[in-house]
Nanobody, 121 residues
Framework: QVQLVESGGGLVQPGGSLRLSCAAS????????MAWYRQAPGKQREMVAT???????NYADAVKGRFTISRDNAKNTVNLQMNSLKPEDTADYYC???????????????WGHGTQVTVSS
């Protein structure tokens, strides 16, 4: 089994910053794409940022220039630095990882349980 555990959410004022972290653990052979998604109340889950094992990152238009995704392949972690936060960034943020648990198995998606981010004065 693979577990993804997020941390770093909380309450922040507009214009402030937060850093989310996600650590993957368990039976892991290789992790491919890692990503952050978010879901605001009453809305569908949406992609925030993705980062492949090797290659370029991708961001939702709403967060470009404000958020930065990074990963540490040796530690199986992914981070999301969020700057210039806006009230519309308020949501539950979920970590995602595409994981292969052995060389003989397919790549499967895994999700964390989410961490809440509230941007409010």
């Amino acid at each position: 089994q693979v577990q993804l555990v997020e941390s770093g959410g909380g309450l922040v004022q507009p214009g402030g910053s937060l850093r989310l972290s996600c650590a993957a653990s368990g039976s892991i052979f290789s992790i491919y794409t890692m990503a952050w998604y978010r879901q605001a109340p009453g809305k569908q889950r949406e992609m925030v940022a993705t980062i492949p094992k090797l290659g370029t990152t991708n961001y939702a238009d709403a967060v470009k220039g404000r958020f930065t995704i990074s990963r540490d392949n040796a530690k199986n972690t992914v981070n999301l630095q969020m700057n210039s936060l806006k009230p519309e960034d308020t949501a539950d943020y979920y970590c995602y990882a595409a994981v292969q648990i052995s060389s003989r198995t397919a790549i499967s998606p895994y999700w964390g349980h989410g961490t809440q981010v509230t941007v409010s004065s």
